[in-house]
């Protein structure tokens, strides 16, 4: 697997969920919500994944988790003994295992904690399922993972309607933090926080990274929040990663039509600014029926005979930056305004 530095390598990843219809509830077709993807994460690294809604960025970080079975494809994982593994071929009790190496920090901190349980026992239950602690110690842990993430460890007893939403976000990501994980699946984490909070959080889980050299997944539709935050970046589209690079080269020098649109739709440069979603022009096309070869091709003024006809490859257009694109190498596309 790549490097000795890389954590996580995800190989011709799929996942299609079987579209039933009728009183048999037969399988008439399949939305190909992620469509052989690949992507590499180093130690200690950021991945922003972006790309418009319901082009399969969860279903990838869900894949990812094992918290739903892809259909195909590899996940390869370092352990700490520097083992790589095959995620996909743990059986359910060494799953268990590396489950507490992989953890994911919620969108909405105001659905995803249970408000019937106290911080106590919401930091602490992965220590308790995994019995890593119980009683003093357990409490003893969950306040000094109150401390590292910024909370007053006095208010372990509290319920979650006493915090607010910055805070929220912080008792979930040290719920996150609290099995001493090596990578974290940010799926739109500071997407429901106010700018100004955003900007804590988003601190926040870089201040962590550096400390517990942690790597993240991060998924988001805000490419200024992407490209802050970012080492790499992945763009997707329609179920298929499209274009990845580092992140300067993706904003300076994009190699696909796509990103070239998503980069002249983002209003203002600054990550702190709270922006709407992307909207682009044209329909983005469906995953359960897309167009034939290039998926972009409706929507690409680029587009040529042969785009219609066959289906680019992901491949190595520079060194190091990969695109989707028949013409990645002529094409001269243009980059974010004031990079
Ligand atoms: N359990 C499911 N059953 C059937 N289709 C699903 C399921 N989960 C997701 N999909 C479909 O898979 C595609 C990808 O969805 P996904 O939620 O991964 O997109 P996304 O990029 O995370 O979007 P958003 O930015 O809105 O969060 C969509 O077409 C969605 O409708
Ligand atoms: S392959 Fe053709 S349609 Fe697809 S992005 Fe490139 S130029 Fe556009
Ligand atoms: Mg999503």
Redesign the pocket.
């Known amino acids: 697997m790549g490097t000795e530095a890389t954590l996580l390598e995800v190989n011709a990843m799929k996942?299609y969920?079987p579209?039933k219809k009728g009183f048999l509830k037969r399988t008439v077709g399949y939305?190909k919500?992620?469509d052989d993807v690949h992507l590499t994460i180093n130690e200690g690294e950021t991945f922003g994944l972006v790309?418009?809604?319901?082009?399969?960025?969860?279903?990838?970080?869900?894949c990812i988790l094992r918290a739903?079975e892809p259909t195909e494809g590899s996940i390869k994982f370092r352990n700490q003994k520097g083992n790589v593994v095959d995620i996909t071929e743990l059986s359910p009790k060494d799953l268990r295992n590396y489950r507490r190496d992989m953890q994911l920090i919620f969108q909405d901190p105001y659905s995803s904690l249970n408000p019937r349980m106290t911080v106590l026992n919401i930091i602490g239950e992965p220590l308790i399922c995994n019995k890593i602690a119980s009683g003093n110690q357990l409490r003893e842990r969950v306040k000094s993972l109150m401390e590292v993430v910024g909370l007053n460890s006095k208010h372990l007893e509290r319920y979650p309607h006493a915090f607010s939403g910055g805070q929220r976000q912080r008792i979930g990501i040290a719920r996150a933090l609290a099995t001493n994980p090596r990578l974290l699946i940010c799926?739109?984490s500071v997407s429901a926080l106010d700018v100004s909070i955003q900007a804590q959080i988003l601190n926040l889980l870089e201040d962590l990274q550096e400390q517990f050299n942690l790597s993240y997944l991060f998924?988001s539709?805000d490419l200024g929040v992407i490209q802050h935050i970012s080492d790499k970046i992945g763009v997707?589209y329609v179920?298929k990663m499209v274009e990845s690079a580092a992140t300067d080269d993706v904003f300076k020098n994009p190699k696909h039509p796509y990103t070239e649109s998503l980069l002249s739709a983002k209003p203002v440069p600054d990550p702190r600014v709270k922006k709407e979603r992307i909207v682009l022009q044209g329909e983005v096309a469906?995953?359960?029926n897309p167009p034939s070869g290039c998926y972009f091709h409706p929507r690409c003024k680029y587009a040529k005979d042969i785009c219609r006809k066959k289906a680019p490859a992901f491949e190595e257009v520079a060194p190091g930056h990969f695109a989707a694109c028949h013409f990645a190498k002529d094409l001269q596309l243009t980059g974010a305004a004031g990079q």
């Open positions: 996942k969920f579209i939305v919500a992620v790309g418009e809604s319901g082009c399969g960025k969860s279903t990838l970080g869900r739903i799926d739109e998924i539709h997707m179920g469906n995953p359960a």
